[in-house]
Nanobody, 128 residues
Framework: QVQLVESGGGLVQAGGSLRLSCAAS????????MGWFRQAPGKEREFVAA????????LYADSVKGRFTISRDNAENPVYLQMNSLKPEDTAVYYC?????????????????????WGQGTQVTVSS
């Protein structure tokens, strides 16, 4: 069974940092684009960041540019999200996802419908 499992969430004060990790089992995603999305209570799931299989291309939501960094290490976990200068509005469940239709290309997407595999999510809570 293919699984993506997020970790690293928690409670942090505004201005603090967290690093999310996403582990894969059942298959490798080293050839695929990976993304992070988040969903706050009562809101739609929204795009946060994405990275191509090679790491050469990244994409960020405007709301997190300059504060969040997506990276990957294809030898270990498929994707990380370093979150700095956290704000209360960053509070959400964060999901890792894999887009598997464009393997070995530097295609990245912010469209959640293009992602084929999803983790169960990890809660990030930022207190003011």
């Amino acid at each position: 069974q293919v699984q993506l499992v997020e970790s690293g969430g928690g409670l942090v004060q505004a201005g603090g940092s967290l690093r999310l990790s996403c582990a894969a089992s059942g298959r490798t995603f080293s050839r695929d684009a990976m993304g992070w999305f988040r969903q706050a209570p009562g809101k739609e799931r929204e795009f946060v960041a994405a990275i191509s299989w090679s790491g050469r291309r990244t994409l960020y939501a405007d709301s997190v540019k300059g504060r969040f960094t997506i990276s990957r290490d294809n030898a270990e976990n498929p994707v990380y999200l370093q979150m700095n200068s956290l704000k209360p509005e960053d509070t959400a469940v964060y999901y890792c996802a894999a887009e598997t239709d464009y393997g070995f290309t530097d295609y990245v997407s912010s469209a959640k419908d293009e992602y084929d595999y999803w983790g169960q999510g990890t809660q990030v809570t930022v207190s003011s």
